[in-house]
């Protein structure tokens, strides 16, 4: 069993930036897959950023690549997410996700934590 939680999450101007973190307890990170996902209103939950268990490769999507980070701290057993340039259409509950496996797809995990809103305004 993995527990997560994330914090970092608040309000931005468009083009400021924010660190996202996710605590986890119950299993050690640096064994576990890891993703980062966001649902704004009306929409589905689509995917942000993942970290494979050692070696840590990361993978992003098209819209956030070269602007956010995803990285993790095996000694504190936390992910982080960098959001740098932020734009308004990032604005959505953004939630950590651990699994077996990276994928995009959030099926594919398995333990999730409660989210943290990010809003951006314009």
């Known amino acids: 069993q993995v527990q997560l939680v994330e914090s970092g999450g608040g309000l931005v101007q468009a083009g400021g930036s924010l660190r996202l973190s996710c605590a986890a307890s119950?299993?050690?990170?640096?064994?576990?897959?890891m993703g980062w996902f966001r649902q704004a209103p009306g929409k589905e939950r689509e995917f942000v950023a993942a970290i494979s268990r050692s070696p840590g490769s990361t993978y992003y999507a098209d819209s956030v690549k070269g602007r956010f980070t995803i990285s993790r701290d095996n000694g504190k057993n936390t992910v982080y997410l960098q959001m740098n340039s932020l734009k308004p259409e990032d604005t959505a509950v953004y939630y950590c996700a651990a699994g077996r496996m990276v994928a995009a797809n959030p099926y594919k995990y398995d333990y999730w934590g409660q989210g943290t809103q990010v809003t951006v305004s314009s």
């Open positions: 119950g299993r050690t990170l640096s064994n576990i897959n």
